[in-house]
């Protein structure tokens, strides 16, 4: 094959980079500010919700019909991506939005949508209601049940490590409908702050992401009315699993936009910081850290961009590309981010340990991606069974 003058090098098309220059300069301008109070005093990052609700980054995935920009899920980690580069806590705004109601986007009826997606558009918060203290990554196992009565089901149960619990108007809970079909008696709700038997407990004590509230939920005789059962009765666990072939990358997004946010921390720092007569940018161990942490971060890139492109396509293939897509790109994005924002604490040294410099929350924050939206582990176990057929 001849070389092709004309050939156009591989990059995002101009909507995407546009896009990325105009998240980068709301985070650098009204989200990085914060990030370091937020953290400290464990507070919500209301400046970024602020600004993405005046902005329309809150959720750009919400469709259009329901009053929302219609995104695809490339844009969608572009946003996370960047603002998690300054503030991991910031970027679950917009993540968790989309966690939160992507079951109802991909299986609900027309009238649920309209009466959810319009709220989330206009700024209200949605979260996801799957785990529970005896199921975690075996969410199978769940005990919170669901009956019917008239128009109306009534749930019973609890809900863990529920992310921005308290601060969200609508959630996704899966819920047994039937306790002796195991998975496949499992349905999915829409539920509400408001509706009676609902209450939020008390919060999670975390070591990284403390601006995000993370919950425990409970319901005590808390009635739904049928109609916002999303999708057919005993489709909830298929609606759990759908949603994290399509979330799981932007939990990736997220891991990207931490360890890029370390790295640009540690190349600036160490251009400045001088030892020995000279700066440590100098030396060739460091430059060899700094190059093996961009080839990560680059890696793991084209992995989250790719899994993310092919959303919307792998629905249509039947989901088995994408899950092993959405499964790999999550957990080798979330190594890196580990990998690459220890190496930053270490390339700025006894100041790398300190709070006056951000890397270390952004290595606090980098670990919870590799546990939640599917540990690791869980995350290989999906590939290789795909892998095996």
Same mark, same amino acid.
């Given at each position: 094959?001849?070389?092709? &003058? !004309?050939?156009?090098?591989?990059? =995002? ?6 896009? *990325? %220059? $105009?998240?980068?300069?709301? @985070? ?89 997606? &319009? !709220?989330?558009?206009?700024?209200? =918060? ?6 529970? *203290? %005896? $199921?975690?990554?075996?969410? @199978? ?111 990736? @997004? ?111 924050? @980098? ?23």
């Amino acid at each position: 094959m001849g070389f092709n &003058p !004309d050939f156009e090098p591989f990059k =995002l098309p101009e909507e995407y980079q546009e896009l *990325r %220059e $105009a998240i980068r300069g709301l @985070a650098e301008r009204d989200i990085a500010p914060y990030a370091q109070d937020v953290d400290e005093n464990e507070r919500f990052p209301e400046e970024a919700l602020k600004a993405l609700n005046e902005s329309g980054f809150n959720a750009i995935h919400v469709p259009e019909e329901c009053g929302g920009q219609g995104a695809d899920s490339l844009a969608a980690v572009i946003v996370i991506e960047e603002i998690a580069r300054v503030c991991g806590s910031s970027s679950l705004i917009p993540a968790v939005n989309k966690l939160g109601t992507m079951g109802l986007i991909l299986n609900g009826s027309e009238e649920l949508k309209q009466e959810v997606l &319009p !709220d989330i558009a206009n700024g209200e =918060l949605a979260s996801y209601a799957l785990t529970e *203290r %005896e $199921a975690g990554s075996d969410a @199978a196992a769940m005990k919170t049940r669901a009956v019917r009565e008239g128009d109306e089901w009534v749930i019973n149960g609890s809900k863990c490590f529920i992310t921005n619990g308290g601060r969200s108007s609508w959630y996704t809970v899966m819920a047994v409908t039937d306790p002796e079909a195991g998975a496949r008696g499992i349905s999915a709700f829409m539920v509400h702050k408001d509706d009676p038997g609902f209450r939020v407990g008390g919060l999670e004590h975390k070591l990284g992401i403390k601006g995000s509230p993370t919950a425990e939920l409970y319901f005590e005789d808390c009635r739904v009315p049928a109609s916002r059962m999303i999708g057919e009765e005993g489709t909830g666990f298929k609606t759990a699993l759908q949603t994290l072939d399509h979330t799981r990358p932007t939990i990736g @997004a997220q891991a990207l936009g931490i360890a890029q946010g370390a790295f640009d921390q540690a190349v600036a720092y160490v251009k400045e910081r001088k030892q020995f007569g000279k700066a440590i940018a100098d030396f060739q161990n460091t430059q060899f850290m700094l190059a093996d942490m961009k080839m990560k971060i680059d890696a793991a890139r084209l992995m989250i961009y790719t899994a993310a492109s092919n959303a919307e396509r792998g629905v249509a293939e039947g989901g088995e590309r994408l899950g092993l897509m959405a499964a790999g790109s999550k957990a080798f994005a979330s190594d890196v981010a580990m990998e690459v924002t220890v190496d930053a604490v270490q390339l700025l040294g006894g100041y790398g340990f300190t709070r006056d410099f951000p890397v270390e929350r952004m290595m606090r924050d @980098a670990k919870i991606t590799q546990i939640y939206e599917g540990t690791n582990q869980i995350c290989r176990m999906v590939m290789g069974r795909q892998i095996l057929g």
